[in-house]
């Protein structure tokens, strides 16, 4: 059955191919503003289609009503079968290359005839790009390098996007009769950044029916393998998901096993090597061939001199002398988080009011949110002038007089402009209850340039959390170049807070940094830049980076109640010299 986010991925599809058919703009925006309209359901599709009252909703016409409906009825409909036999699936393709958008997809397509990635790049190597309008030297060498970061991140997924795509598969086998026990494993369950494919693990006193369910699912487009014990599948996404059935004298075992990480799994079989034993996914067995009757990971961990050792930690960075010498950090927890920071409203580039989003907060049993729209110079993100800060401030004291639940504070997200100064003057700074800095242009400075420029926006007084420090998107975009250790010693220097980007597309700062920057007493915060209500919910995605980068609660500013953020705040300007 269609989703929603599906039927918004088919209009998004369809108004692309408008666009590299040469159709007019209006037509093709108008598939592009229903797609956006069928974002933001949070209604089922179906039962708003039946009901007629998507008809209602602002972006849907009569016309692509009518597409809707059939496409939910029959899985597609006239105009999607027209454009996808005029514009090749290849062709679709160019459009993940970054700086690919549908009109240079079309402009190569009518006049170079390039139907694929592979076709592109052979024209870029061949400096055929750079003599057609609006491309040039510069944007064929960046395409070049876009497409070379593709094939390197080629078969991996967000995590986000396989946690959402093997959720309805581990909920389908686990509700098969006869199932006792399930579990996901691999990197998915030790929170990776990306993910390869995923693996499931079950409990079962039959295993065959179990299978047949796996392998029927709808997203299954091929089964690559069925047997009695596993199963693998390719979903239409092209995620491969593998299935294991096991005894349930081995499920301890196999848990740690298919968990990972091989590094880890290495350390821990040397380890129990050296005590006489020898583990693998069957069982800890001894000289004598008998295994222990460990019922789960925490017993087999004791039984090898180990405290418990936390999935996102288990990639040997430490954690096996840690857990010997009972020096393992007591991890960080969703429900440690009190609220958080950096949320966009419809006031820059969000989707939802301010009210809006505090409700979302409030659901989530947040006791504070605060807000984090684009500064001026964000024009191409809606970014608020002067008296728009101002404007803001007066909906934030109202909600707060209003005596909500929740406290709101009141923040922007300012770009790091070119030479590290910060958006707006000082005087507006300094009526905000924190500033969270962040660059969102020029990308291509050399190192020094680029650690100068965030330097100097960390050094002044008014900024309280440097956003997303590195500028990654991941699968799509790498870094900018930047020391940073540098950076982490900055934030240390100048009581600035880094920031945990949660949105499953940033996860920056990656949690290897998190860790070092966790060692030398840097502060750190979770953010979701959440653009809409739903997604204020992906703090959860940092608080895994934060488990993998070792934090405690005490390590994170967003643990604190709303008082103790007012104190810390106050307490800083008092420090920094701005009170």
């Known amino acids: 059955m269609l989703t929603s986010n599906d039927v918004a991925a088919i209009?998004?599809?369809?108004?692309?191919?408008?666009?590299?058919?040469?159709?007019?703009?209006?037509?093709?925006?108008?598939?592009?503003?229903?797609?956006?309209?069928?974002?933001?359901?949070?209604?089922?599709?179906?039962?708003?289609?039946?009901?007629?009252?998507?008809?209602?909703?602002?972006?849907?016409?009569?016309?692509?009503?009518?597409?809707?409906?059939?496409?939910?009825?029959?899985?597609?409909f006239a105009l999607y079968d027209e454009l996808r036999t005029a514009v090749p699936e290849s062709v679709l393709d160019m459009l993940r290359v970054s700086g690919m958008g549908p009109k240079k997809v079309k402009l190569v397509y009518d006049t170079l005839g390039i139907h694929s990635v592979e076709d592109l790049e052979r024209a870029g190597r061949d400096g055929l790009l750079a003599a057609l309008p609006g491309f040039g030297e510069k944007t064929q060498g960046n395409i070049l390098r876009a497409i070379e970061r593709m094939k390197k991140y080629q078969g991996r997924f967000l995590l986000s996007t396989a946690e959402n795509q093997a959720q309805p598969i581990v909920q389908g086998v686990a509700s098969v009769p006869g199932v006792s026990r399930h579990l996901i494993t691999g990197s998915l369950r030790r929170r990776r950044e990306t993910i390869g494919d995923v693996d499931i693990l079950v409990c079962a006193s039959d295993a065959e029916p179990v299978m047949e369910r796996f392998t029927s699912f709808d997203t299954v487009a091929s089964v690559n393998a069925k047997g009695p014990t596993k199963s693998s599948v390719i979903l239409t996404s092209g995620l491969q998901v593998d299935l294991r059935v096991v005894k349930e004298e081995e499920f301890a075992f196999a848990s740690h096993y298919f968990t990972g990480s091989k590094e880890h799994n290495t350390e821990i079989r040397a380890r129990a090597k050296k005590m006489g034993l020898r583990l693998n996914e069957y069982g800890l067995f001894d000289s004598k061939e008998h295994s222990d009757p460990c019922g789960d990971e925490a017993a087999l961990f004791a039984r090898l001199g180990l405290d418990y050792i936390a999935p996102e930690l288990r990639e040997n960075t430490g954690e096996i002398e840690a857990a010997k010498n009972h020096t393992l950090p007591a991890l960080i927890e969703e429900g440690d988080i009190h609220g958080v920071f950096h949320c966009h409203t419809n006031r820059s580039d969000g989707h939802n009011t301010l009210a809006e989003m505090v409700g979302a907060a409030d659901a989530?049993?947040?006791?504070?949110?605060?807000?984090?729209?684009?500064?001026?110079?964000?024009?191409?993100?809606?970014?608020?002038?002067?008296?728009?800060?101002?404007?803001?401030?007066?909906?934030?004291?109202?909600?707060?007089?209003?005596?909500?639940?929740?406290?709101?504070?009141?923040?922007?997200?300012?770009?790091?402009?070119?030479?590290?100064?910060?958006?707006?003057?000082?005087?507006?700074?300094?009526?905000?209850?924190?500033?969270v800095a962040s660059v969102h242009s020029q990308f291509t400075m050399g190192e020094a340039q680029m650690t100068r420029r965030i330097v100097r926006a960390m050094s002044n007084p008014h900024t309280v959390i440097l956003g997303h420090p590195t500028g990654r998107i991941l699968l799509k975009r790498d870094g900018y170049a930047v020391n940073l250790r540098t950076i982490i010693d900055a934030a240390v220097e100048y009581e600035v807070a880094l920031e945990i980007n949660a949105h499953p597309y940033r996860l920056d700062l990656d949690w290897r940094h998190v860790r070092a920057a966790r060692d030398v007493g840097a502060m750190i915060v979770i953010n979701p830049d959440a653009h809409n209500t739903d997604e204020v919910a992906y703090v959860r995605y940092g608080v895994g980076v934060a488990r993998k980068g070792w934090l405690e609660k005490k390590d994170v500013l967003n643990t604190r109640t709303p008082s103790q953020v007012r104190q810390y705040l106050r307490e800083r300007r008092v420090r920094r010299g701005i009170a």
């Open 11 to 76: 209009l998004n599809e369809v108004a692309v191919m408008l666009e590299i058919t040469g159709a007019t703009v209006f037509r093709s925006r108008a598939f592009r503003n229903a797609a956006h309209a069928v974002e933001e359901l949070t209604t089922s599709i179906h039962d708003l289609v039946t009901t007629g009252e998507l008809r209602k909703i602002r972006g849907i016409g009569k016309s692509i009503f009518s597409d809707i409906e059939n496409l939910l009825a029959h899985g597609s």
């Open 364 to 435: 989530l049993g947040h006791a504070f949110f605060g807000t984090g729209d684009h500064s001026q110079t964000a024009v191409y993100a809606g970014g608020l002038n002067v008296d728009a800060v101002r404007a803001q401030r007066r909906e934030v004291d109202a909600l707060n007089r209003a005596g909500g639940r929740v406290a709101v504070f009141h923040g922007v997200e300012s770009d790091i402009l070119a030479d590290g100064s910060l958006d707006y003057p000082d005087d507006v700074l300094g009526e905000l209850d924190y500033v």
